[in-house]
C-alpha cells in the first residue's frame, strides 16, 4: 500500500483508519501519549509530536529512562527541541529481563493515571516492547513507528521487540515497502498498516543546515579535514574479545590511511577504555556526540563503519559508502536502493570495502527511498487525525 500524499488523504485511508481504530467517526484532539527510552527514539519522536501539536493534539511524554546519561539522551531533547518528558520512570541498565520488566512496572500506573487514546511507541528498542505490552494488557491502543522491519535474526534483541510490538500494535506506520511484505507474511491485518515513509529522515532534513554550522567549529576542534566515521554498540561486535579485538586492530591499521572518529557508546568504553587508549592517533576516540555534532560528522565524512541501523538510513540518505560490520540489516532497502554494504565479521572485505570507498568505487546510492522525503511525520498526524 503506497501512503496518501500530504496534502490530504484518500477517501479509502480514512475508511481505513476508521476501521483499525474501530469507529468511523473522526474524534477531533486526540490525548497521544508518547513512549521514548533510548538514543534512536529520541530523533523518531521530535517530529511526530511537533506535527501532532500543529494539529493541536493533547500530548503526553514519557521516558522511561533506559538511556540516562546527558550524551545519551539530554542533548537530544535540547537540540531537537522535545519538551521536557511529562514523567521520567527512570528505570535505567539492567538485564534485558530485568529492565523490560521495570519498564512495564513503572510504565502500568502512568498509562492509568493519563488514560490516552493512543499510545505511541518507537523503532525497536526495550522500552518500544515493554510499552506496547502494557498498553495492550490494559486495552489501551498502541501505534508502532517504523513498523514491519525484520533483519530475520532472533539472536538479535531488536528483533524480538519488533516482532513482538508488532502483532501487539493496533496501527503500524511503516518506513518503506519491504515493511509491508513483512507485516502481510506475518498475517498482520493490511487495514492496520499504512506505508509513510520514514521519520528519522524527517529529522535529519530539518537539522542539516545546523549540522553545517556545527560543522566548521568540529573542523577546528578535530583538526579534521578528510576523515572516516565509526561507531560500534551491538553486543555481537563489542562484548566478545575474539570480535572486538581484530575489529578494533583493523581499524586502527586504516585510521592510518584516514582518520577515523569513533564517537564511543558508554557500553565500549567501558568495556574496553585500555585498549582503545592504547590505539594510534589517528583513531579518534571521542565521547558519545548530539544529534546535530554527528550529523554534521557523517555529512563530511568519507566513509562510515556502523553497526548501527538508523546510521544505514542515514548515510543512503546522505549518500555515503557505509560499511555495515553486521551478518544481515533489517532495512534492506539501505543495500538496493542505498550506499550500505555488509560485511559481517569479515576484516579481509572490511579493508577492501573501505579503501574502494576511498578509490571512488563506491555504491552510489541515486535518490533516496521512496516517502523519506521529511513529511513522514506529517502524514503520521494526517492519518491520525483524519
Ligand atoms: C539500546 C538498544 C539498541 C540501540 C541502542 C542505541 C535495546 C535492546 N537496545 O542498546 O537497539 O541501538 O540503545 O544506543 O533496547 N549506558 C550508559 N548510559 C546510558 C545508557 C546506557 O552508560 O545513558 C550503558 C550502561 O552500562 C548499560 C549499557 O550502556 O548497561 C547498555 O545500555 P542499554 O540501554 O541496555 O542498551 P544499549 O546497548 O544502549
Not at 319 to 326: E, Q, V
Amino acid at each position: 500500500m503506497i501512503a496518501p500524499s500530504v496534502s490530504g488523504l484518500s477517501e479509502a485511508s480514512n475508511v481505513q483508519t476508521a476501521k483499525c481504530f474501530g469507529r468511523y467517526e473522526r474524534k477531533p484532539g486526540m490525548h497521544i501519549l508518547h513512549v521514548v527510552g533510548a538514543r534512536p527514539n529520541f530523533m523518531k519522536a521530535a517530529p511526530v509530536y511537533r506535527a501532532l501539536a500543529a494539529k493541536n493534539h493533547k500530548q503526553t511524554l514519557i521516558h522511561t529512562g533506559q538511556h540516562y546519561d546527558t550524551q545519551m539522551s539530554g542533548v537530544f531533547f535540547s537540540q531537537l527541541g522535545i519538551p521536557e518528558p511529562d514523567e521520567n520512570l527512570n528505570v535505567g541498565s539492567a538485564s534485558h529481563a530485568q529492565q523490560t520488566a521495570s519498564i512495564m512496572a513503572a510504565f502500568e500506573p502512568a498509562l492509568l493515571s493519563h488514560r490516552p487514546d493512543l499510545v505511541l511507541v518507537y523503532g525497536d528498542v526495550n522500552s518500544t516492547v515493554a510499552a506496547a505490552l502494557v498498553c495492550s494488557k490494559l486495552g489501551f491502543r498502541v501505534g508502532h513507528i517504523e513498523a514491519g522491519l525484520r533483519s530475520f535474526d532472533r539472536t538479535m534483541p531488536e528483533e524480538i521487540n519488533r516482532l513482538l510490538t508488532d502483532q501487539l500494535a493496533d496501527i503500524l506506520f511503516t518506513p518503506s515497502s519491504d515493511g509491508d511484505a513483512n507485516l502481510a507474511r506475518e498475517g498482520i491485518d493490511q487495514d492496520k498498516v499504512f506505508c509513510v515513509g520514514n521519520v528519522m529522515i524527517d529529522t535529519l532534513i530539518r537539522y542539516l543546515p545546523h549540522a553545517e554550522e556545527a560543522f566548521a567549529r568540529f573542523k577546528t576542534e578535530l583538526s579534521l579535514d578528510a576523515f572516516g566515521l565509526i561507531t560500534l554498540h551491538r553486543p555481537s561486535n563489542v562484548d566478545d574479545p575474539c570480535v572486538f579485538v581484530p575489529m578494533l586492530k583493523t581499524l586502527d591499521d586504516l585510521s592510518r590511511v584516514l582518520p577515523l572518529v569513533f564517537p564511543v557508546h558508554p557500553r565500549t568504553r567501558s568495556r574496553w577504555s585500555e585498549l582503545l587508549n592504547g590505539c594510534n592517533a589517528g583513531l579518534r576516540v571521542v565521547d558519545p556526540l548530539g544529534y546535530v555534532e554527528f550529523l554534521a560528522l557523517q555529512k563530511h565524512a568519507e566513509v562510515i563503519v556502523t553497526d548501527s541501523g538508523g546510521i544505514q538510513e542515514e548515510s543512503t540518505y546522505l549518500g555515503k559508502p557505509c560499511i555495515t560490520l553486521r551478518e544481515n540489516t533489517e532495512r534492506p532497502i539501505t543495500i538496493t536502493m542505498g550506499t550500505n554494504t555488509l560485511v559481517g565479521h569479515n576484516w579481509d572485505m572490511l579493508r577492501q570495502r573501505f579503501h574502494e570507498s576511498l578509490n571512488g568505487q563506491r555504491k552510489s546510492g541515486g535518490s533516496p527511498p521512496p516517502l523519506w522525503d521529511g513529511k513522514a511525520s506529517m502524514r503520521i498526524a494526517d492519518i491520525l487525525t483524519n
